[in-house]
């Protein structure tokens, strides 16, 4: 099993209510229902005030590494991706559990 995470920190200028923003968080909604390889999915806005802290958090489980290529490159989380891509930047810890 593989465990992705990815941070997201919102770009100058770009709050979590702006549009795009509550676009690229709708986007995450439901992706878990049209990409089977993912066994689990978690998504939402940080609440911690701390410094250090990123915006928004994603928290996923797929099986392995071909189920994780096929997550990366499936047409609703590669439009989704982009969305975020726009807005802000981003980590990404894959670890095997």
Request: no cysteine.
């Given at each position: 099993m593989i465990r992705h995470l990815v941070l997201f920190k919102l770009n100058e200028?770009?709050?979590k209510d702006d549009e795009r923003a509550l676009a690229a968080h709708k986007a995450f909604e439901g992706l878990d229902q049209q990409i089977p390889e993912l066994l689990e999915w978690q998504h939402g806005w940080n609440v911690s005030?701390?410094?250090v802290a990123y915006d928004y958090a994603l928290n996923s489980l797929v099986a392995d590494?071909?189920?994780l290529q096929a997550y990366a490159t499936h047409p609703d989380h590669v439009a989704a991706a982009h969305q975020w891509r726009e807005i802000a930047t981003l980590v990404v810890a894959d670890f095997e559990v």
């Amino acid at each position: 099993m593989i465990r992705h995470l990815v941070l997201f920190k919102l770009n100058e200028g770009i709050s979590k209510d702006d549009e795009r923003a509550l676009a690229a968080h709708k986007a995450f909604e439901g992706l878990d229902q049209q990409i089977p390889e993912l066994l689990e999915w978690q998504h939402g806005w940080n609440v911690s005030p701390r410094e250090v802290a990123y915006d928004y958090a994603l928290n996923s489980l797929v099986a392995d590494q071909n189920a994780l290529q096929a997550y990366a490159t499936h047409p609703d989380h590669v439009a989704a991706a982009h969305q975020w891509r726009e807005i802000a930047t981003l980590v990404v810890a894959d670890f095997e559990v």
